[in-house]
């Protein structure tokens, strides 16, 4: 099941700032600092009326902030603007920022509320970390969305590119006019242009003769290095292609990028978002291909300009792009498949069909794209392809808006999707994918501890069996059946059955292979359970879900080195995701590094806005050891979830056995233990394995908890095709 590290990505315009030298100062400058700027932050007119439009995402960062405005791209920099002139009437303040565009996706944080993250987040910090106080820059990207208008082209000075962190390089523009900006070059930026233009060691400028015989030489190089290619390329041919960026797969290995909306209405976006999808779905049903997840494509914009980069990231060779545009019960579909590797155009076509045909435009792009392709097609991959799964075109766009606001968990807006999922049904009550959305509904609800599991997976189980009982060959709904077999019913072997069936009948499902893998690490079966990782790693590498619970299946294992080596690569993704700050610092503390393991527990804090309570664990930790900082860090914990019990919301036993445990009051952690495993809490299952519960594996109590779970690894039936 997705669980809570599935984000939905969106063009987002970020500003982020933050106090020069903030470290050096003290605590108490710190506060006081934090204080003034926030207060001149929230009285700048552009801040307000975005606050007050909905359109406005806030995200502390310890030293400062980011704010996330949506659908207008000149926001940032008239906020940036009004903030600057404040500033003036604050000198003790030496603020810079910096603005970029580009992807963010909502995440659920280390206390479970909703946080940012994504690259648009990650290049606006690297922006503005090039400048100095007083800067505003800007990325390339934004200055050229700025240039075409009179008011702010005079204002763009172009600085050229600055290294950042690792080694990159970013595009930087110096937004300044005669009240506000920083005019002087950064000091990173000159930096950057002294090693540039730096004399190579040896090198003398002075001595014509040598620089025209070093040109000579080189220019001879290249030549030969021209005509070596030439001779190798006629008589290599298929080495080069083996060993092409993105060809780990081979040619038959497609990302299909989001979809662009061309309707009028913006409100349309849930429909091309639903083509794309089905699409994806259509071809991934085709063994002999290679299809990227959709978790790891909706971070690129439709048509983007770097496809070969794209390609490499996603280790593929084709790429397919698109937009529709829909206009009453009319639809016109544009798609284009193109050899990124060499930016061939391979197939285009533009499709004008009524809404009843729309299943039909979906199969014959598949198809073209699998003959384009030269994949193979067995019989029963031409049926999955073709499916129609419903005549009733309102019935069929009720079921794309459900799958459009379930793809939004855990932002605001996931409950619609059941709503449009039992719209659905009701209009066609044949309709099976309607069913399957409403299994999911309350499958990820009670898997995620959204909703009381023992009410949710009756009604997610009930909605299952409905959907296979209308259409079999859904590999989804085997997903679904064997997590409520696993989870509620304690059925690992037909769980396991399930999850086989689901596998044969979509083998490019990186979602069911994800879902598989971290069940097998429950039952020890660790060689299994990371091989089916790695698949679904291959099949949906971006994927924050996936890269978090690859982590946790090394930490599990007790791999301790590699779990603190894939977290990190999950925070080069991710660089703000709370929850994996946090794991991180469980997997130093269990490798005995607890200065570490602080460390991240404070950036986990700090991103989810609770810097001052980071500061203090920091305190504690220095003046007492681990065991005070993490007591410190639990009972925060414990303080909320009794706040969001107190406001009504469902809180998993699991949290509070964590807790408790954590704590070390063993009584505690084994009555809420108990709760968990009579609840039926997915959590219940990770007791066995999970490090954090070694402190109670030797009393008697924990294994006798164990046994009441009822699962017994050993038990299997061997698998069958039905």
Same mark, same amino acid.
């Given at each position: 099941?997705?669980?809570?590290?599935?984000?939905?990505?969106?063009?987002? +315009?970020?500003?982020?700032?933050? *106090?020069?030298?903030?470290?050096?100062?003290?605590?108490?400058?710190?506060?006081?600092?934090?204080?003034?700027?926030?207060?001149?932050?929230?009285?700048?007119?552009?801040?307000?009326?975005?606050?007050?439009?909905?359109?406005?995402?806030?995200?502390?960062?310890?030293?400062?902030?980011?704010?996330?405005?949506?659908?207008?791209?000149?926001?940032?920099?008239?906020?940036?603007?009004?903030?600057?002139?404040?500033?003036?009437?604050?000198?003790?303040?030496?603020?810079?920022?910096?603005? +970029?565009?580009?992807?963010?996706?909502?995440? /659920?944080?280390?206390?479970?509320?909703?946080?940012?993250?994504?690259?648009?987040?990650?290049?606006?910090?690297?922006?503005?970390?090039?400048?100095?106080?007083?800067?505003?820059?800007?990325?390339?990207r934004v200055a050229e969305d700025l240039a075409p208008y009179p008011k702010w082209n005079p204002h763009l000075h172009d600085l050229g590119e600055c290294e950042v962190k690792h080694g990159r390089k970013v595009s930087l523009v110096n937004f300044y006019t005669d009240n506000?900006?920083?005019?002087?070059?950064?000091?990173?930026?000159?930096?950057?242009?002294?090693?540039?233009?730096?004399?190579?060691?040896?090198?003398?400028?002075?001595?014509?003769?040598?620089?025209?015989?070093?040109?000579?030489?080189?220019?001879?190089? *290249?030549?030969?290095?021209?005509?070596?290619?030439?001779?190798?390329?006629?008589?290599?041919?298929?080495?080069?292609?083996?060993?092409?960026?993105?060809?780990?797969?081979?040619?038959?290995?497609?990302?299909?990028?989001?979809?662009?909306?061309?309707?009028? $209405?913006?409100?349309?976006?849930?429909?091309?978002?639903?083509?794309?999808?089905?699409?994806?779905?259509?071809?991934?049903?085709?063994?002999?291909?290679?299809?990227?997840?959709?978790?790891?494509?909706?971070?690129?914009?439709?048509?983007?300009?770097?496809?070969?980069?794209?390609?490499?990231?996603?280790?593929?060779?084709?790429?397919?792009?698109?937009?529709?545009?829909?206009?009453?019960?009319?639809?016109?579909?544009? *798609?284009?498949?193109?050899?990124?590797?060499?930016?061939?155009?391979?197939?285009?076509?533009?499709?004008?069909?009524?809404?009843?045909?729309?299943?039909?435009?979906?199969?014959?792009?598949?198809?073209?794209?699998?003959?384009?392709?030269?994949?193979?097609?067995?019989?029963?991959?031409? +049926?999955?392809?073709?499916?129609?799964?419903?005549?009733?075109?309102?019935?069929?766009?009720?079921?794309?808006?459900?799958?459009?606001?379930?793809?939004?968990?855990?932002?605001?807006?996931?409950?619609?999707?059941?709503?449009?999922?039992?719209?659905?049904? $009701?209009?066609?009550?044949?309709?099976?994918?309607?069913?399957?959305?409403?299994?999911?509904?309350?499958?990820?609800?009670?898997? #995620?501890?959204?909703?009381?599991?023992?009410?949710?997976?009756?009604?997610?189980?009930?909605?299952?069996?409905?959907?296979?009982?209308?259409?079999?060959?859904?590999?989804?709904?085997?997903?679904?059946?064997?997590?409520?077999?696993?989870?509620?019913?304690?059925?690992?072997?037909?769980?396991?059955?399930?999850?086989?069936?689901? /596998?044969?009948?979509?083998?490019?499902?990186?979602? /069911?292979?994800?879902?598989?893998?971290?069940?097998?690490?429950?039952?020890?079966?660790?060689?299994?359970?990371?091989?089916?990782?790695?698949?679904?790693?291959?099949?949906?590498?971006?994927?924050?879900?996936?890269?978090?619970?690859?982590?946790?299946?090394?930490?599990?294992?007790?791999?301790?080195?590699?779990?603190?080596?894939?977290?990190?690569?999950?925070?080069?993704?991710?660089?703000?995701?709370?929850?994996? +700050?946090?794991?991180?610092?469980?997997?130093?503390?269990?490798?005995?590094?607890?200065?570490?393991?602080?460390?991240?527990?404070?950036?986990?804090?700090?991103?989810?806005?609770?810097?001052?309570?980071?500061?203090?664990?920091?305190?504690?930790?220095?003046?007492?050891?681990?065991?005070?900082?993490?007591?410190?860090?639990?009972?925060?914990?414990?303080?909320?979830?009794?706040?969001?019990?107190?406001?009504?919301?469902?809180?998993?036993?699991?949290?509070?056995?964590?807790?408790?445990?954590?704590?070390?009051?063993?009584?505690?952690?084994? *009555?809420?233990?108990?709760?968990? #495993?009579?609840?039926?809490?997915?959590?219940?299952?990770?007791?066995?394995?999970?490090?954090?519960?070694?402190?109670?594996?030797?009393?008697?109590?924990?294994?006798?908890?164990?046994?009441?779970?009822?699962?017994?690894?050993?038990?299997?039936?061997?698998?069958?095709?039905?």
């Amino acid at each position: 099941m997705t669980s809570e590290s599935d984000p939905k990505l969106e063009i987002a +315009h970020v500003l982020t700032m933050d *106090v020069v030298e903030y470290s050096t100062l003290l605590i108490t400058e710190q506060s006081k600092i934090m204080a003034d700027l926030n207060r001149m932050v929230r009285s700048t007119a552009r801040f307000c009326r975005a606050e007050a439009e909905g359109k406005l995402l806030r995200l502390p960062t310890g030293d400062g902030m980011a704010l996330v405005f949506f659908n207008d791209p000149e926001a940032p920099i008239e906020c940036a603007m009004e903030i600057s002139a404040a500033n003036k009437g604050q000198p003790d303040i030496p603020l810079r920022m910096g603005i +970029h565009s580009g992807p963010v996706n909502q995440v /659920i944080d280390v206390n479970d509320r909703s946080n940012i993250a994504g690259a648009g987040i990650d290049v606006a910090q690297r922006v503005m970390d090039c400048g100095d106080a007083g800067h505003i820059l800007l990325s390339k990207r934004v200055a050229e969305d700025l240039a075409p208008y009179p008011k702010w082209n005079p204002h763009l000075h172009d600085l050229g590119e600055c290294e950042v962190k690792h080694g990159r390089k970013v595009s930087l523009v110096n937004f300044y006019t005669d009240n506000v900006g920083n005019p002087a070059p950064p000091e990173k930026c000159r930096a950057t242009r002294q090693r540039s233009n730096a004399p190579t060691a040896g090198m003398n400028d002075s001595v014509p003769s040598r620089k025209r015989t070093l040109f000579a030489a080189a220019a001879f190089l *290249v030549f030969a290095l021209l005509i070596g290619i030439w001779i190798f390329s006629r008589q290599r041919p298929a080495l080069r292609a083996s060993n092409a960026p993105g060809m780990g797969a081979g040619a038959k290995s497609i990302a299909v990028l989001p979809f662009e909306n061309l309707s009028h $209405d913006p409100e349309n976006a849930y429909f091309a978002d639903g083509i794309q999808e089905e699409i994806l779905t259509r071809l991934s049903k085709i063994a002999d291909l290679k299809v990227i997840s959709r978790t790891s494509t909706q971070r690129y914009k439709s048509a983007p300009e770097n496809l070969l980069e794209i390609a490499k990231q996603l280790d593929v060779a084709n790429i397919l792009e698109g937009s529709v545009q829909k206009s009453a019960d009319q639809v016109r579909v544009n *798609v284009q498949l193109i050899n990124a590797l060499n930016d061939s155009h391979l197939w285009a076509e533009k499709y004008d069909r009524k809404m009843t045909d729309i299943f039909g435009v979906e199969s014959e792009i598949a198809t073209k794209i699998a003959d384009t392709l030269q994949a193979k097609l067995t019989g029963a991959e031409q +049926h999955a392809i073709a499916a129609r799964p419903t005549e009733n075109t309102e019935a069929h766009q009720a079921y794309l808006k459900g799958q459009y606001y379930w793809y939004k968990y855990p932002a605001p807006g996931f409950e619609k999707s059941r709503d449009y999922f039992q719209q659905a049904i $009701d209009l066609d009550p044949t309709y099976a994918p309607g069913y399957l959305g409403l299994s999911y509904f309350y499958g990820l609800a009670a898997a #995620v501890g959204v909703m009381p599991p023992n009410d949710s997976w009756p009604k997610a189980e009930a909605a299952t069996n409905k959907a296979i009982a209308l259409d079999d060959t859904l590999p989804d709904a085997y997903n679904a059946i064997a997590a409520a077999k696993l989870y509620f019913h304690r059925d690992w072997a037909t769980a396991e059955h399930y999850f086989r069936r689901g /596998i044969e009948l979509n083998p490019n499902s990186a979602e /069911i292979r994800h879902h598989y893998a971290f069940c097998l690490i429950l039952f020890g079966r660790n060689e299994e359970a990371l091989a089916e990782m790695q698949r679904a790693a291959e099949l949906d590498p971006l994927a924050l879900r996936n890269n978090l619970d690859r982590s946790k299946m090394f930490f599990f294992s007790r791999q301790y080195d590699r779990a603190i080596d894939q977290f990190r690569k999950t925070l080069e993704l991710y660089p703000d995701f709370a929850a994996a +700050h946090e794991w991180l610092g469980y997997a130093y503390q269990q490798r005995g590094m607890p200065k570490e393991a602080v460390a991240e527990w404070g950036k986990a804090l700090t991103l989810s806005g609770k810097g001052d309570q980071a500061s203090i664990l920091e305190r504690t930790y220095t003046q007492g050891g681990l065991e005070p900082a993490v007591r410190f860090l639990v009972q925060l914990r414990l303080q909320e979830l009794d706040e969001r019990v107190k406001r009504g919301e469902y809180v998993s036993a699991a949290e509070y056995a964590t807790a408790y445990t954590r704590l070390g009051d063993k009584e505690q952690a084994f *009555v809420w233990l108990a709760k968990a #495993v009579e609840e039926r809490d997915r959590f219940a299952l990770e007791f066995r394995i999970n490090p954090l519960f070694d402190p109670l594996r030797s009393d008697p109590r924990f294994t006798d908890l164990v046994k009441r779970i009822g699962l017994d690894p050993a038990k299997a039936i061997p698998y069958e095709t039905p």
